[in-house]
């Protein structure tokens, strides 16, 4: 049965809001309510149509309030925030992630209208580590817990989801765990991780990357709010890339650091406003993580539009990253030097054949891959 009611959390971000702009443009809904402690942007405003706004703190029993007077029969609780910096810092950011939930599974415990709950969370609660297995199935346990930050917060809220749904069994849940999201309009951490002209990554470590395009992840949570399928969703694109293959794709250059000054890293570009990068995602660089999506194809009934290289290369393609280096003056120098060596290298006369470089002119080595 399709909602009629729908409130949606988080909507002055980017996935909430263009999630009840999507909804809003539904006719077979009748009313979507944004709900977020700040409002959304203008243009974010205007997108979302006639999606009512309306600034209330989830943190707040207030919210029980909006749902019962509503009569809202579905909610989409899509303000999971993995960024201390945006949220006011790491305090404040854990009170909105898990009192924020607990307030919100409260309200809807209490009320007789709604039939339907989706959650957003994300594949961090498998943590990262080196033990991790090749990929990680909805019932995969993790080698080692998340030790806090954005990822332990994960853990807790769908330890409160898992309750609600013994306290009501009537009401479906689904859980989604997205992977990182990255895409032209994509506002999150490694959107702007490979934007940056000179990329940092753990020396000695090459980690396995599974993104999702953002259009995808709205795709995702469109779905769950329009058909009742509940369970735990992973959800990802097909494929994956080394972090080395993307830095290579955006045009960047890659900058090993050695283990023990990673942290030192992650609070420089934090404090800079480069990259607001939590210690979990700053592991996640080291070890990578890949999760199985045959759940999501099979039972939920969903194929991701973009693959994860398909994806990457939209982000940069509508980012119009530039490499960050002259290639042709790159290429230019190396085929001097080939020159020069074929002229003065022993064992090379007068007569051996010139150097050819193994990167041609037309696929320079430090160019995005196409």
Not at 72 to 90: E, I, K, M, N, Y
Not at 248 to 269: K, N, S, Y
Request: proline share 8%.
């Amino acid at each position: 049965m399709p909602p009629s009611v729908v409130l949606v959390t988080g909507v002055s971000r980017q996935l909430g809001g263009d999630l009840a702009a999507r909804l809003a443009a539904d006719p077979t809904i009748d009313r979507v309510l944004g709900v977020d402690t700040t409002p959304p942007s203008r243009d974010m405003r205007r997108r979302m149509g006639r999606a009512e706004f309306v600034r209330v703190d989830i943190r707040n029993p207030l919210i029980g309030k909006v749902i019962s007077t509503a009569k809202v029969d579905t909610v989409v609780h899509a303000s999971l925030s993995g960024h201390p910096a945006s949220s006011g810092g790491r305090s404040m950011m854990m009170e909105m992630n898990v009192i924020g939930t607990m307030q919100l599974l409260a309200a809807c415990q209490k009320s007789d209208t709604v039939g339907r709950l989706v959650v957003r969370s994300t594949t961090s609660v498998y943590g990262a580590s080196p033990r991790d297995p090749a990929t990680f199935t909805e019932t995969t346990e993790p080698k080692a817990l998340p030790p806090g930050g954005y990822s332990k917060d994960a853990v807790e809220i769908e330890g409160y989801v898992r309750s609600f749904s013994r306290r009501r069994p009537d009401i479906p849940v689904t859980t989604l765990r997205f992977v990182n999201f990255i895409g032209p309009r994509a506002d999150t951490a490694f959107a702007n991780y490979f934007s940056l002209p000179v990329v940092p990554m753990v020396l000695g470590f090459d980690a396995r990357v599974q993104l999702l395009h953002h259009e995808d992840a709205v795709a995702v949570l469109e779905r769950a709010t329009t058909n009742e399928l509940p369970g735990v969703f992973n959800v990802g694109a097909d494929g994956v890339l080394m972090l080395s293959q993307a830095i290579r794709r955006a045009g960047r250059m890659a900058l090993p650091i050695p283990e023990p000054l990673v942290p030192w890293v992650g609070r420089f570009t934090r404090r800079a406003r480069l990259v607001d990068f939590s210690p979990e995602q700053m592991r996640l660089l080291n070890y990578g993580r890949v999760v199985d999506t045959t759940k999501l194809k099979t039972e939920f009934g969903f194929e991701p539009r973009w693959t994860t290289v398909q994806a990457f290369d939209d982000f940069v393609a509508g980012r119009a990253l530039r490499p960050v280096i002259d290639t042709d003056r790159v290429v230019g120098l190396g085929e001097s030097i080939a020159h020069s060596a074929a002229h003065h290298l022993p064992g090379l006369g007068r007569g051996a054949a010139p150097v050819q470089l193994e990167a041609a002119s037309d696929q320079p080595a430090l160019a995005p891959v196409r």
